[in-house]
């Protein structure tokens, strides 16, 4: 290009380029297409002339340093169905007008490090690379359907407003990354619907405003990656790694009534559509996350491979919801550890079986199951967590379940721990522990106890009615009775008038101890479990 003319046009534009620069100075859309959707389509075979060409370094003249708007009209850079020629380096630019791409074909990579914009849209374009550490935009960044060959560099870029790149698809750079976004900030939404990356989704120390959503994508890990890599997460609002509402356009999943959002509650999705889960490749990492409002994996379906040992790893995360109520991951494990939610909604058909759960330090205050979950099942979850005995998991959930008022669920988890626990004793201690449980079920049954005193008591009355000791003072013994005095002895500290005024002899001094010592096991039992019940109510 030579110096500009009067009207501040370079010489040596081309006709494309020319037509661009008119349209840029009264913002209106530079429209380069041909009509025929095949010949359109920015990702097809067809290849783009000159005729549809504009260089590069003439985009970035216009944006850098381009001409004033005519009066009255506003100046932005509006382009569609052109190929971009070159690499487009706006590195560390101000760049003030409006930018809108649609349907664009990139030769080279889109280089805008540490650049500043107000609102960036590129939409249903293909180019080889975005590079954007430190992006600044004051407000929106759109890439919905783009195609990326290698990779998007989002590091510590700051979004002003919302983050949208829903059907996108992203190929993995070298290092195996489709989108690295460590830390960046998000004012308000990041809409991340429909997409596919075939690396790596690193999102490490994101802050986002309201909410993000990656419903109905799928994620594929590269390289030995995560599908989703994201510890310290920061969402406002929620997560959502649930389905999508789709129906099936030109075949091509396209969404449904121009929103991919589950329908709400009690309302029936639009005829003709169908729900796309979100689908994970790979490792999930939301290690340390916050999350204000929920995490929502409904529908989520996690493929992992287990001799890579990869996890849904939720180590140590705070949210107010848990939504735990997608496929159930065939390998690999889901760990919870440190973990804390005030409320957990889940499946039993979502959670893996033993082996492939860990809830160590996994604090929750509400179970809401979303399906019948029986405390059979119940115990079954927690058995899977606890390959070795721990005693934790089922403490916890016997909480949850008494300040739930379901205190005779509670003691059955109390139960279910003292047996899983006597499995770790030796033979002696597993022998007392069989004839605690088989007698007064380690005492979380008082019923049971109750019932062996009856027993006890009316085998003592049986026997001594057939035997009168001699008084120890004949003068102040009472008349015997072997029925009260069988009941004196089974009962601790009650005094029924009985006990202490006659002298047995031989056997009958074992039966009276033997009746004394289980009195005072039993009637413990039966105190305690009273108590239980009258602190419950």
């Known amino acids: 290009m030579t110096e500009p003319r009067e009207d501040g046009m370079p010489d040596g534009l081309t006709g494309p380029e020319r037509d661009l620069w008119r349209a840029f100075r009264v913002g209106r859309t530079c429209d380069l297409t041909e009509g025929v959707a095949e010949r359109d389509d920015p990702f097809g075979a067809q290849e783009w002339g000159e005729e549809r060409s504009v260089r590069a370094e003439v985009v970035a003249l216009l944006l850098l340093s381009g001409p004033e ?294 604090v929750y205050e509400n179970l809401v199951p979303y399906e019948r979950f029986p405390l059979s099942l119940r115990l079954e979850w927690v058995a899977a967590a606890t390959p070795e005995y721990a005693p934790e998991p089922y403490e916890r959930l016997a909480t949850v379940l008494r300040n739930s008022g379901e205190d005779a669920d509670a003691r059955e988890v109390l139960l279910a721990k003292q047996r ?9 201690g597993k022998l007392w522990g069989y004839l605690q449980d088989w007698t007064v079920a380690y005492g979380y049954r008082p019923g049971r106890a109750a019932l062996w005193m009856a027993v006890l008591w009316a085998a003592g009355t049986v026997a001594f009615s057939r035997y009168r000791p001699v008084p120890l003072k004949a003068d102040e013994a009472p008349e015997w009775n072997g029925t009260l005095y069988a009941l004196d002895l089974l009962l601790p500290v009650i005094n029924l008038g009985q006990d202490g005024y006659w002298r047995l002899e031989g056997a009958w001094q074992w039966v009276a101890a033997v009746l004394i010592l289980l009195g005072w096991i039993l009637a413990t039992t039966v105190a305690a479990g009273a108590t239980r019940l009258l602190s419950r109510g």
């Open 69 to 362: 708007a005519r009066s009255g009209r506003v100046a932005a850079l509006k382009l569609r169905g052109a190929r971009i020629t070159g690499v487009l380096d706006l590195a560390g630019g101000t760049i003030g007008p409006y930018v809108e791409l649609q349907g664009c074909r990139f030769d080279g990579e889109v280089v805008v490090p540490e650049a500043r914009f107000g609102t960036l849209r590129m939409v249903e374009c293909a180019l080889p690379r975005l590079e954007a550490a430190r992006l600044h935009t004051e407000g929106d960044l759109h890439l919905p359907r783009c195609r990326v060959r290698w990779g998007i560099r989002l590091t510590d870029a700051q979004i002003g407003t919302d983050l949208l790149i829903n059907q996108i698809q992203v190929w993995p750079d070298r290092r195996g990354r489709a989108i690295a976004a460590d830390g960046m900030v998000v004012a308000q939404d990041l809409q991340a619907e429909l997409i596919e990356t075939y690396g790596e989704l690193s999102l490490r120390g994101a802050q986002i405003g309201v909410s993000l959503s990656l419903r109905g994508s799928v994620l594929r890990g590269a390289q030995g990656r995560r599908a989703l890599n994201a510890p310290q997460l920061t969402v406002e609002r929620s997560l959502y790694l649930n389905a999508a509402w789709v129906y099936e356009g030109t075949g091509t999943s396209e969404v449904a009534g121009g929103s991919t959002a589950t329908p709400p509650y009690g309302l029936t999705p639009a005829r003709g559509t169908r729900r796309k889960p979100v689908e994970f490749h790979g490792g999930v990492r939301l290690d340390d996350g916050r999350f204000g409002d929920a995490v929502d994996l409904k529908h989520a379906r996690f493929l992992l491979d287990g001799a890579r040992r990869e996890e849904v790893s939720l180590r140590r995360i705070v949210t107010p919801e848990l939504r735990f109520n997608g496929e159930r991951p065939e390998e690999g494990r889901v760990v919870l550890n440190g973990a804390r939610i005030v409320t957990l909604i889940d499946l039993w058909s979502s959670w893996p079986g033993p082996g492939g759960l860990a809830m160590g330090g996994f």
């Open 420 to 428: 899983r626990r006597r499995e770790t004793l030796p033979l002696a």
